[in-house]
Structure formats: structure tokens, C-alpha cells
């Protein structure tokens, strides 16, 4: 089955600073990668998806990459704020027309002030 | 744009009990999944439906969980008898194709605990 880690369960950095976020995957190569945001008593919200013949994918502070050879996907926010901390979870498919994501742990971002 | 729906947002009940969850999708969208969330297994896919009808139930954990979809605007994931183990946090999401190109669309979940 697939398995997805993401590089820690915590990050801290203080505001301005860049977070990265590293999602490595094993087993299967997915034709898209998928980054969702998670606040505290809320569901998971889409941020980004990167497909596997894309390198890179910008959406104003957010940057996300992705390496088929490494299997590994980054995730990057410029400029942090304390308004993202937050829980950020990647996801994967396999590419099929199966429809099911592959979610990791995710990482618990905080942005001290 | 109305979001997923679920109810209730919260449920609190003895162990034993039938609970009922309940999800209404985006309209127009095709798929429907339930997850579970602990923090111990994080995001769990228990079940999807396409067009109403199950894809995948290998993700449902014992045959005291069952889900429907009767119409493309409700379905229910119901647990009888509910334990303690079954305390979480219970997702619906949807989307409107079932490969990864489009986005999965979540609810804000039931968070379910079982006393």
C-alpha cells in the first residue's frame, strides 16, 4: 500500500521566515500530488495540486515541487505569518480513475510572531 | 457556494448505541468519501461512492459500520453497536471526478465520542 511521511509532526518559525514542508512517498508514483490545509476543529481545505510532469506550482506565497525521482514533494510559505500555522497535509493518488487520496500525518505548523 | 454538510458537529453517547452520521455533498459533484481522523492514524478513508453507488469499502473497519447513499444529495455512515475505539473525528468530503486532478471538498466533521 502507499506510504506517505511527512518530515515532522511540528514546525516552528518565527514570522517572515520561510516554512518548508517535505512529503515523501513510497510504493507507487502518483500522477498528482495534492498540499490541504487543516485548521483546529475544522476539515482539510485544498491548497495546491502539482501534477507528476510538473516541477514546480505558485499560488501567491505558496510554492509547491515535485521530484518523481526523489519521491518527494515540497511545500514552501514566504513571507510566514502567524495566520498560517495551521496543519498542512499532503495527498497523493495513483493515477487512476479510482478516486482515492492517500492522505499523510501531516505537519503542524506554528508561526511565532 | 453551500459546502459539504455534515450532522451533527457533535455526538456524545453510550457505549452500545446506534449512532447515525449524515452528509450532504456539494451539488453537481459525483464522488463522496468518508474518513476518520485520530491522532493516532490520522486521516483514515473509510468508504467512497461514485454516482451513489460504493466503490471501495475496504477502508470500513468491522461490519458494525455500514454507509449508504440513497440519492446524490444525502448519504449516512451509521455504527451499531458503537465502542469506545470508535471515538473520533468523521469526514465527508466530495468531489466532482474521481481521479486526482480535481479537489476533494471536506465537511467540517462530526466529532463523535462514545462513552
Known amino acids: 500500500s502507499q506510504k506517505i511521511e511527512q518530515n515532522s509532526e511540528a514546525l516552528n518559525i518565527q514570522e517572515g521566515k520561510t516554512a518548508t514542508l517535505t512529503c515523501n512517498y513510497t510504493n507507487y508514483s502518483p500522477a498528482y500530488l495534492q498540499w490541504y490545509r487543516q485548521d483546529p476543529g475544522r476539515g482539510p481545505v485544498f491548497l495546491l495540486l502539482i501534477r507528476e510532469n510538473e516541477k514546480e506550482k505558485r499560488k501567491e506565497r505558496l510554492k509547491v515541487t515535485f521530484d518523481t525521482t526523489l519521491k518527494q514533494s515540497l511545500f514552501h510559505i514566504t513571507a510566514s505569518q502567524p495566520a498560517d500555522s495551521a496543519t498542512y497535509l499532503c495527498a497523493l493518488d495513483r493515477g487512476s480513475t479510482l478516486g482515492r487520496l492517500y492522505f499523510g500525518r501531516g505537519t503542524q505548523l506554528t508561526v511565532w510572531p | 457556494d453551500a459546502g459539504v454538510i455534515q450532522s451533527p458537529r457533535h455526538e456524545v453517547t453510550e457505549m452500545g448505541q446506534e449512532v447515525t452520521l449524515r452528509c450532504k455533498p456539494i451539488?453537481?459533484?459525483?464522488?463522496l468519501f468518508w474518513y476518520r481522523q485520530t491522532m493516532m492514524r490520522g486521516l483514515e478513508l473509510l468508504i467512497y461512492?461514485?454516482?451513489?453507488?460504493?466503490?471501495?469499502d475496504s477502508g470500513m473497519p468491522e461490519d458494525r459500520f455500514s454507509a449508504k447513499m440513497p440519492n446524490a444529495s444525502f448519504s449516512t455512515l451509521k455504527i451499531q453497536p458503537s465502542e469506545p475505539r470508535d471515538s473520533a473525528v468523521y469526514f465527508c468530503?466530495?468531489?466532482?471526478?474521481?481521479?486526482?486532478?480535481?479537489?476533494?471538498?471536506f465537511g467540517d466533521g462530526t466529532r463523535l465520542s462514545i462513552l
Open positions: 461512492f461514485n454516482n451513489n453507488v460504493p466503490i471501495d
Open positions: 451539488s453537481g459533484h459525483d464522488y
Open positions: 468530503a466530495s468531489s466532482a471526478t474521481g481521479t486526482g486532478v480535481q479537489p476533494q471538498h
